[in-house]
């Protein structure tokens, strides 16, 4: 039996300029293949998705969540959207309703971000987490993510989507970020406070940061652009006090994974559902409250039941794709753009030790799942170039078709 994971492709492309062979009957598709069926009449339904934040308007448009929502209804489950207090308390600026998703709208650990569960993690420095009580009571998770970059593991998708955004504020902001400070990178005995200022200034992002008074130079995973920059290793080439180091970026990928296994581990693996939305792939991600240039080809969405697998064939369309060279955004001021070193786009971007692969191998690790993969595209372009486009309407009279 092969043990490879089935992944439903619907690309961005299309064999025909006909509404048949274009991205949306392409999404009704998969929802039909990922098999709402085993969703129980009146399971509590989870949609876990990023509603954006402030100014950031380029998360899963609500034109599919809202199919979606229908799909789940139709099973017979209860849907409900969920994501932090903040996103869904202003989420109707970014056109997130009730009325247009078609569910409710709920903070995932309340209104005050209260409502949660302890989970033990045991992780390095966090030993526990608070997962929001909302996601944790729901019978059926829908895992719906906008696949993008991200400042501190180079790539954010399902594993973020469940990793930060299912845990209340406090474990996201305080724990999750933060996991890195665990790893040693810097010998404070050995470096003045001169020597310590000299390597802030060095730093072309602000990622490093001195404390006079306590003396403690803080390194700071999100803006810390490492071998593509290393500019601080030139001015501490004689003194040697300061590190930039693989497990430093490992830490906060292996947790993610840690967390992410949590919230599946309180779902039936017949009640999990993934879908990622390759469009619009920015370079930082949701959370920036800011509308940013995309930087990858638009691809597609993928759906399947199995997230390591979604998230590896995320991955390596991206890869295939590339880097759109023309819309980074001019402060990305150490792009590798070397055609002969073998780095994914978002290595290129973040720099190779944000490697994106890294959550989806400790996600395997983790046992939540294989990364090989069977990809089926859904009415590929080859097939809809060649077949008859059934009649289409056109809005050129009031037809409220
Ligand atoms: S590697 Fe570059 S970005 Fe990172 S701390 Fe050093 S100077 Fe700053």
Partial sequence: MSKKA?????????????????????????????????????DKVAVKM??????????????FVRKIVKAIKE??????????????????????????????????????????????IDYRNVDALDMGGVVHDADVLVDLS?????????????????????????????????VEQSVSYWKSADCTPEHAEALVKSCPYQALRYDAKEHKLSLLLFACRNQ???????????????????????????????????????????KRFFLNFILQVTPHCDCMGMIQPSVIPDIGVLGSRQIVAIETATLNLIAEAGLIEQTIPPYFKHVNLDPDA??????????????????????????????????V?????????????????????????
């Fill in 6 to 42: 089935k992944i439903y492709f619907g690309s961005i492309q299309q064999g025909q300029g006909s509404a048949f062979a274009a991205l949306a009957a392409k999404v009704d598709r998969i929802i039909e293949l990922l098999d709402f069926s085993t969703i129980t009449k009146r």
């Fill in 50 to 63: 990023h509603l954006g934040f402030a100014y950031g308007c380029q998360t899963v448009h609500v034109f």
């Fill in 75 to 120: 099973a017979g489950g209860y849907p409900f959207i969920t994501d932090n207090p903040t996103a869904v308390y202003n989420a109707a600026e970014r056109g997130y309703t009730q009325e247009t998703c078609g569910c409710p709208i709920i903070p995932i650990a309340g209104i005050k971000d209260g409502y949660h569960y302890p989970t033990n």
């Fill in 146 to 178: 906008h696949s993008k970059g991200h400042a501190c593991s180079g790539y954010g998708g399902a594993i973020k989507n469940l990793a930060l955004g299912c845990y209340s504020g406090p474990s996201r902001w305080n724990k999750i970020h933060g």
């Fill in 228 to 270: 593509n920059c290393l500019e601080c290793l030139r001015v501490d080439s004689e003194i040697k006090c300061l590190q930039i180091r693989p497990e430093f970026f490992a830490a906060f990928q292996e947790l993610m994974a840690v967390a992410a296994k949590q919230v599946l581990d309180t779902f039936d693996e017949n």
């Fill in 342 to 375: 073998r780095l994914h786009p978002f290595q290129r971007l973040w720099g190779p030790m944000k490697n994106p692969y890294l959550v989806t191998e400790y996600a395997e690790k983790q046992g939540l799942g294989v990364s090989d993969y069977e990809l």
């Fill in 377 to 401: 595209e859904i009415l590929a372009p080859e097939e809809t170039r060649k077949m008859k486009a059934p009649k289409q309407e056109y809005e050129r009279q009031p037809t409220f078709y």
